[in-house]
C-alpha cells in the first residue's frame, strides 16, 4: 500500500508487525520540509509515552512512614511490585497516586494506571480489557492486539521487556487480576486492594499496610481541607471530630468538604450532629464498611432535596461512570427540582459525594455507591426506584439510538414510546463522532442491557442490544457480539415479539459463523428464516437466507450458496429494494470469483458500485465492500492493475471506516496481486498484517491466511476471493 501523505507534506507509514520476532513498530510519522521543491525527510517521530496517572491528591496528610517504606521497597533497580492494602476509606489510593507523582520523573518512558474495579458496582475488570487498553497507550493500533488473554499477556512482556514503567493498578481483586498486568522489564508496580494479595508475593510481590491516621494527621488533614484558622480556633472540637472519624481520611475528606460547603457552619454543631449518632460512633470505629456509611449520612442529610433525590437515583445506574447528560435526565425527572443538573452535580462534588474523573464524567466510589443505594432503599419505594432505573435505560437508549441513526441510517428499527424524560441526549455531527461515542460508551450500554432484562424491561433490553449493531459491525469484537445478541434473543422471546426474535436470530447466525461455530450458525439461521415468515416479513427473509447462503459458501457448499444467492437475488429485484440488490450482488459476485467465474462476477459489481454511488453517503461500509470485490474479480481475469487500484482503495476507505476485518481483507487481496507479480517481500508483508488483524478477532481467516505463509517467502497457490457475506450492515 502506498504510503500517506497529508497537506502539510508528512509522510505516515502503516505499522507493521513482525511475526517471527513479536515485535511492533508502531505507526511512523516522517515529517517533510520543502526546500526549493526538494523535500528533507527529519526522520521518524515516535508516539508519545504514556502519562496516564490520575491527579495527585489535594490533600495528604501524614503518612511519613508509608513514604518511607515505598521508597525502601522500590529502590532496588530491579523491578518492584507493591500491594498497598488496607480496609476501605484508608487513604491507600490517595498515597500511591500522590508517591507515584512523586516518583513519575523516575519513569520518562511511561505512566500507566487501570481501575481494576475490584469492588466497583459491576465487578472486577478482565485483565484482558485492561492489557488493551495498554498496549494501545504503548503506541499498538488496535486491530494489531490479540484476542485471547495469553496472547496479550505474551505480546504485552514483549512490548515492555526493555522499557521501565510505573503502573499504578487500582481496587485490585485478586492476585490472578494482577498477575497477567506485570511488565517483565525494571518497572514498578504499585496496587491498592482491600484484600492482603499475597498471592503476589511468588511474583516479588511485597505488602504495605495503610493504617488509619493518627490524631495528630486527622487534624492536619481537617487543616489543610478547611483552613489552619478555623480549626485552630476550635481545636478541640477538631479533635473531637478527628477521633469521630476514625482516623479514616475518606471519612475526614467528607466531613471536611461539609465544613468547606458552610463557612458559618461550627466544627462544634458537626460534632454535635455526629454525637447523635450512637450507633454511628460505634461504627465509625470499627474496622468495616459501616463506619463509613455512617459518615455519608451525615453528609447527605445536608443536602437539598434534589442533591438528595439524584444522589439516591445515581445509585441505580449499572455503568460504572457517566456524564452530565444522565444527571439531567434524573434530575428532570424529580418533580421538586430547582436549579440545572450542573448545580446539582456540583452540590454532591462539594460535599465529597460524587467523584470528577475526567472533564464531564463522573462516578461513585465503591462505597459511596452502597450508601446511595442503601439510602435509595430506605426512602425511596420499589416504584420510585424503578422510574429511576427506568429513566437510566431510557436515556442510554436514546443516545444509543441517535448515534445508530448517524452511523447506519439506513436500518429498520422498531418504534419505542419513551416514558420518562430523556435529558440532554447527545447529538451527533458525524458518523466518527457518533462511532467514537458508542466506543466510549460500550460498558455503559452492555451494562444497561443486562441491567434491562435483569429487571423485567426485555424490550428495552432488546432495543439496547439492537442500537449497538454500529459498533458491533465496525469495530468487529466477536466475543461481546456473541453475548448481545443472545441477551436479544432472550429479550425478544420474554418480550414475545416474533420478528425482534427473527432479528436477533439472524444476527446470532453470523456472528456464529463469524467465530467458526458453524452448526450453531446454520441452528440459528433456519430459526431466523421461520420467524421472519411467522412475521410475515418478506424482506427479513430474505436476509436470513442470504445469511444461509454465506454460511454455505463458508462451509465449502458452493452449489448450495448459488442457488440460494441467485433465488435471493431475483426475489430482491421484484421487490424493488436497490440497496438489497446492491448487497447480493456482492455476495454473489464474491461467488462467482471465488468459483473461477470472475468474468461473470465483473458486472454484477459495476451494477452494486453503481447502487451505492446513488445513495450517496447512507452506506460507506457496503460501498467499500464492493471494492473488495472489484479487486478480487480483476485478479481472477489477470488484471493485475485495476485489481491493485480497487484493493488500496478498499484499504483506504476501510480504515477511515474504523473496519478492521474489511481493511484485512483488501490486505490479503494486495497481498495476493504482489504474489502474481512476484513480488514475496510484499506480499508477505500485506498477509502478515491482515493475518495480525484477523487473530486479534479470533477470526476463522487467520487459518486461511496463515497457509499462505511460510518461513521462504508466500506459498502460491489458486486465487480465492476474499470473505464472502461480510456483515451487510442490516
Known amino acids: 500500500m502506498a504510503d500517506a501523505r497529508d497537506d502539510s507534506g508528512t509522510t505516515v507509514r502503516p505499522a507493521v508487525r513482525n511475526e517471527l520476532s513479536g515485535t511492533v513498530t508502531g505507526p511512523v510519522v516522517q515529517s517533510a520540509a520543502i526546500h526549493g521543491g526538494v523535500h528533507i525527510h527529519t526522520g521518524p517521530v515516535p508516539p508519545p509515552a504514556p502519562r496516564q496517572l490520575p491527579p495527585p491528591p489535594a490533600h495528604l496528610a501524614g503518612r511519613s512512614h508509608e513514604i518511607d517504606a515505598l521508597h525502601r521497597l522500590t529502590g532496588s533497580g530491579a523491578g518492584s511490585v507493591v500491594v498497598l492494602c488496607g480496609p476501605a476509606g484508608v487513604g491507600k489510593s490517595a498515597l500511591a497516586r500522590w508517591w507515584a507523582h512523586e516518583a513519575r520523573a523516575g519513569f520518562p518512558d511511561g505512566q500507566l494506571y487501570a481501575d481494576l474495579g475490584g469492588y466497583g458496582a459491576s465487578g472486577p475488570v478482565d485483565p484482558g480489557e485492561v492489557l488493551g487498553a495498554f498496549l494501545r497507550a504503548l503506541g499498538l493500533a488496535s486491530e494489531r492486539i490479540p484476542g485471547s488473554l495469553a496472547e496479550r499477556t505474551a505480546l504485552y512482556r514483549t512490548v515492555t521487556a526493555d522499557t521501565p514503567l510505573l503502573l499504578l493498578l487500582d481496587d485490585a481483586y485478586s492476585a490472578a487480576q494482577v498477575r497477567p498486568l506485570l511488565p517483565t522489564s525494571a518497572s514498578v508496580v504499585l496496587v491498592t486492594s482491600r484484600r492482603r494479595l499475597t498471592g ?48 479514616l481520611p475518606l471519612a475526614l475528606t467528607v466531613a471536611a468538604g461539609r465544613l468547606a460547603a458552610r463557612p458559618l457552619l461550627s466544627v462544634r454543631t458537626m460534632v454535635a450532629d455526629l454525637a447523635d449518632e450512637n450507633e454511628r460512633l460505634a461504627r465509625l470505629a470499627g474496622p468495616d464498611d ?91 419505594d420499589p416504584v420510585d426506584r424503578r422510574a429511576a432505573l427506568l429513566t437510566i435505560l431510557e436515556y442510554h437508549l436514546a443516545a444509543a439510538r441517535n448515534a445508530d441513526q448517524v452511523v447506519t441510517p439506513y436500518r429498520r428499527r422498531l418504534p419505542y414510546t419513551f416514558r420518562q424524560p430523556a ?131 463458508e462451509t465449502g457448499r458452493e452449489e448450495e450458496a448459488g442457488r440460494l444467492l441467485v433465488d435471493v437475488l431475483a426475489a430482491n429485484r421484484a421487490l424493488g429494494e436497490p440497496r438489497s440488490v446492491g448487497l447480493t450482488c456482492v455476495n454473489l459476485a464474491a461467488l462467482w470469483t471465488r468459483s473461477g467465474r470472475a468474468v461473470e ?38 488484471d493485475l492493475d485495476a485489481a491493485e487500484r480497487a484493493a488500496g482503495d478498499a484499504v483506504d476507505r476501510m480504515a477511515a471506516l474504523g473496519s478492521a476485518n474489511e481493511r484485512a481483507e483488501a490486505l490479503t487481496v494486495l497481498g495476493e496481486i504482489a504474489e502474481q507479480r512476484g513480488d514475496t517481500a510484499t506480499a508477505r508483508r500485506h498477509l502478515e498484517e491482515a493475518l495480525a488483524v484477523f487473530t486479534s478477532l479470533a477470526s476463522p481467516r487467520a487459518g486461511e491466511v496463515a497457509t499462505r505463509l511460510d518461513r521462504d517467502g508466500v506459498r502460491r497457490g489458486d486465487h480465492q476471493a476474499g470473505q464472502v457475506g461480510a456483515d451487510r450492515a442490516e
Not at 437515583?313 to 449499572?318: E, G, I, K
Open 200 to 247: 503476589l508475593v511468588a511474583d516479588g510481590g511485597r505488602m504495605l499496610d495503610v493504617r488509619p491516621l493518627p490524631p495528630a494527621d486527622s487534624m492536619r488533614l481537617l487543616s489543610r481541607a478547611v483552613g489552619d484558622a478555623r480549626i485552630d480556633r476550635e481545636g478541640g472540637s477538631a479533635g473531637e471530630l478527628a477521633q469521630l472519624c476514625g482516623g
Open 601 to 638: 462476477a465483473l458486472p454484477l459489481l459495476t451494477e452494486a458500485g453503481q447502487i451505492f454511488a446513488d445513495l450517496g453517503d447512507v452506506d460507506p461500509y457496503n460501498a467499500a465492500r464492493v471494492s473488495i470485490g472489484l479487486a478480487s474479480a480483476y485478479l481472477g481475469v489477470g
Open 290 to 380: 459501616v463506619g463509613v456509611r455512617t459518615v455519608f449520612d451525615v453528609s447527605y442529610r445536608d443536602l437539598s432535596p434534589p442533591a438528595a433525590a439524584l444522589y439516591r437515583r445515581l445509585a441505580q445506574h449499572p455503568g460504572n461512570d457517566f456524564g452530565p447528560g444522565l444527571a439531567t435526565a434524573l434530575v428532570d425527572a424529580e418533580p421538586m427540582a430547582h436549579g440545572g443538573a450542573f448545580d446539582v452535580l456540583g452540590e454532591l462534588l462539594g460535599v465529597s459525594l460524587l467523584e470528577e474523573i475526567d472533564e464531564d464524567r463522573f462516578r461513585f466510589h465503591d462505597l459511596l455507591r452502597l450508601h446511595a443505594r442503601e439510602t435509595a432503599e430506605k426512602s425511596d
Open 423 to 553: 435529558g440532554a441526549v447527545p447529538e451527533f455531527a458525524d458518523r466518527s463522532e457518533a462511532l467514537a461515542w458508542l466506543v466510549r460508551e460500550q460498558a455503559n450500554l452492555v451494562q444497561a442491557g443486562r441491567a434491562a432484562l435483569e429487571n423485567g424491561f426485555p424490550e428495552l433490553a432488546w432495543l439496547l442490544c439492537d442500537a449497538l449493531w454500529p459498533l458491533l459491525l465496525y469495530i468487529k469484537n466477536y466475543q461481546l457480539r456473541l453475548e448481545v445478541d443472545r441477551r436479544g434473543v432472550t429479550a425478544a422471546r420474554q418480550w414475545g415479539h416474533v420478528w425482534a426474535e427473527a432479528h436477533m436470530l439472524k444476527r446470532l447466525s453470523r456472528a456464529s459463523m463469524r467465530v467458526g461455530a458453524y452448526d450453531d450458525a446454520e441452528r440459528y439461521g433456519r430459526a431466523a428464516v421461520e420467524r421472519y415468515r411467522e412475521a410475515d416479513d418478506v424482506r427479513g427473509e430474505l436476509d436470513a437466507r442470504e445469511g444461509l447462503a454465506t454460511l454455505c459458501l
